[in-house]
């Protein structure tokens, strides 16, 4: 399982660079990205663009990060998602407590003006 | 109409290939994205079910899977004969307090997505095996 880990200033950009985000890799998927909320980053950008399909297990591992980013006071954006996916979101009541912005440049532009309130 | 059958090894991993192959089946009848999704979200939680609660994640051990397809309805039959559903647990629903991030599900939404998307979920056992049947009207 592989994911592409950038950082540009304070953010965290987390590209899973998988098809499936689904039971098989949803536990490894979720240490990986607990690993670096464990470094002290709190600004993440979740990329998605490379994801066509998630299960609820992906949707769990997704939930857990949001849980533990927004409880160290952190944020995390959610991007790429295709409109498949985003249904998924929308089935669970989900997308209601994400914050979803179509690509990586416009996920920096919230993070930015966010840490600047 | 037009049928997909398969034996599975319960593994986990092994659920995406068939999963894409299911997608491609579908894809001969059905053109819509959304509703292609939704039914593979089905059969992948139906199996990732079978694999986690059916057969506890024992390997050696199989699931068979049968597909009916046509213009107006898709039946997907699973059966395994590991563990059936507990009662308690078939009447998922997705409960949380929407002003506490901290309570939302981490799991447990499998059966939800199942009983949102499809218009019939039935269980049955027969001859020990767990049977599960999960049908969509595609066209009325």
């Known amino acids: 399982m592989k994911l592409e880990i950038i950082k540009d200033n304070e953010v965290t950009i987390v590209k899973p660079l998988f098809d499936s985000l689904n039971a098989a890799v949803s536990t490894e998927f979720r240490g990986k990205f607990i690993d670096l909320i464990n470094e002290d980053n709190i600004l993440f950008i979740l990329d998605l663009s490379e994801v066509n399909f998630i299960d609820s297990a992906g949707l769990g591992s997704i939930i857990a990060l949001l849980k533990l980013v927004k409880g160290n006071e952190g944020l995390i954006v959610v991007c790429g998602v295709k409109p498949t996916v985003v249904n998924l979101f929308k089935l669970t009541r989900m997308d209601q407590f994400f914050t979803i912005r179509q690509d990586k440049t416009e996920s920096l532009a919230f993070l930015t003006a966010q840490s600047k309130k | ?140």
């Open chain 2, 1 to 140: 109409m037009k049928t997909l059958s398969k034996k599975i090894e319960s593994r986990l991993e092994l659920i995406e290939e068939f999963s894409k192959e299911f997608r491609l089946f579908c894809n001969e009848i059905v053109h819509d994205e959304k509703l292609i999704f939704n039914l593979e979200l089905c059969l992948n939680e139906a199996l990732t079910n079978a694999i986690k609660h059916g057969h506890k994640g024992k390997t050696g051990r199989f699931i068979d899977v049968a597909v009916d397809l046509d213009h107006h309805e898709i039946a997907v039959k699973i059966v395994h004969d590991g563990n059936r559903i507990p009662n308690f647990a078939l009447g998922a629903k997705l409960d949380f307090d929407p002003k506490d991030i901290q309570t939302l599900p981490e799991s447990g939404m499998g059966l939800f997505l199942i009983k949102k998307i499809m218009d019939e979920v039935t269980w049955n056992l027969r001859e020990n095996r767990v049977e599960l049947i999960m049908r969509k009207v595609l066209k009325k």
